[in-house]
């Protein structure tokens, strides 16, 4: 790490905010000095020491590390399903989003293009389908024409080719658990892990339409560390031993071995129900994410601070919450040395948050909770760059 002295005068003196870096174990008000798109100190009276930066009021607010959002569809006319990246990312005070597997192999430098010919301000990664065809559709068209359990879908040198072609863009891949014959072993899973190194492979913990997936314990059992189950949350998703708060004993052993629980909210992919059993039962979210898409952004999900606020009303404790949309997200990419924490030396990325009291209403699309206190985006810096949060307000109760 630089020492303050060898980096450059700030040019933004950020004072005032209630700084919370679970990176740093850090919760306290704290200035941040920034030069350009980078964090040079964070410490307190920073204004005597920069005496030239601006000064930038943020009492009131938090400053957390860039959010990131894992799971979101942002490759905006790439199928019917994506919102654009600035609507999950610094429209809401998110300025990293990962798209969650929209595209195949043979679409995405279309769909990167998507997002670099936008004019989008968010900052996209992206997992990746590891067929050739893949691309995700309101009506499933890759499940409904059988491509997304045809092995003729895959040709795996040409994705690990695109893969590396695309290595700052690409954290892992997207696989949908599909098989052809042998619901125990599913070719594309199987293939990703093949040629994945260590990169994350995430899931979808349930079904798709017109195409088998694998058993859940089966499923469960083939994953490896550090992979990732979106969707963990979700009511009768093989976690629980129907009708008990017990865990299945595949679904506890994964966590065992380092698989991570993602939520992927969702329309219809969240039960604050299946939610509380686990948390009761020990078994937390490592990240929180969206799922957001076209279908879902108007209700229940509408941002990621939302679903943070239904977590934390959950009982998780704020910078673990946090945590959950920054250093636990930045891990679970490989991203940690660049994303996910405040610190000099680091490209300035960071979410204002603030904290709404009164009587709110919050829903996973089945179950309303009224709740007293919500997050509420205020903006975010972008490299540097301020950007105002447009997102809607919470609902009040
Ligand atoms: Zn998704």
């Known amino acids: 790490m630089p020492e303050p002295t060898d980096l450059p005068a700030a040019t933004s003196v950020l004072q005032g905010a209630r700084v919370i870096d679970p990176a740093s174990s850090t919760d306290a008000v704290l200035d941040v000095a920034i030069a350009g798109d980078t964090i040079v100190e964070v410490g307190t009276d920073l204004r005597s020491r920069h005496p030239l930066a601006a000064v930038v009021d943020l009492s009131g607010t938090i400053l957390t590390p860039g959010l990131i959002d894992l799971h979101a569809h942002v490759f905006a006319g790439l199928g019917d399903f994506c919102v654009e990246p600035d609507r999950a990312g610094v429209s809401t005070g998110v300025p990293v989003v990962v798209d969650g597997g929209t595209s195949g192999i043979a679409t995405f430098e279309l769909a990167r293009r998507s997002v670099e010919g936008s004019g989008s301000r968010t900052r996209v990664l992206a997992f990746i389908d590891p067929n050739q065809l893949y691309l995700a559709t309101k009506d499933f068209i890759c499940h409904k024409l059988q491509i997304a359990d045809d092995e003729r879908n895959l040709d795996l040198d040409s994705t690990a080719a695109m893969v590396e072609k695309h290595a700052d863009m690409v954290v892992g891949f997207k696989v949908r658990a599909t098989h052809v014959g042998d619901d125990t072993h599913s070719p594309f899973l199987e293939g ?195 950007i105002d949060a447009l997102v809607p307000q919470a609902v009040a109760a």
């Open 192 to 386: 990703a892990k093949s040629v994945a190194g260590d990169l994350p492979i995430m899931v979808h913990l349930g079904r798709f339409p017109h195409t088998p997936v694998i058993t859940t314990p089966a499923l469960l059992q083939t994953l490896r560390g550090g992979d990732v189950i979106t969707h963990a949350f979700r009511g009768g998703g093989g976690q629980l031993v129907p009708g008990t708060g017990s865990v299945t004993p595949e679904f506890a052993d994964a966590v065992e071995r380092g698989i991570r629980l993602d939520v992927g909210h969702s329309g219809t992919d969240f039960r604050f129900d299946t939610a509380r059993r686990l948390f009761d039962a020990g078994y937390l979210p490592d990240t929180i994410s969206t799922d957001l898409n076209l279908f879902n952004e108007a209700a229940p999900v509408r941002s990621l601070a939302e679903t943070m606020s239904k977590i934390w009303a959950m009982g998780v404790e704020l910078p673990a919450v946090i945590a959950m949309c920054t250093s636990n997200t930045a891990a679970t990419i490989h991203r940690g040395e660049e994303l996910g924490a405040i610190a000099p030396g680091r490209i300035a990325e960071l979410s204002v948050l603030r904290i709404e009291e009164g009587s709110f209403e919050l829903s996973d699309g089945y179950e309303p909770m009224v709740v007293d206190r919500v997050l509420s985006p205020v903006g975010c810096f972008r490299a540097g760059t301020w």
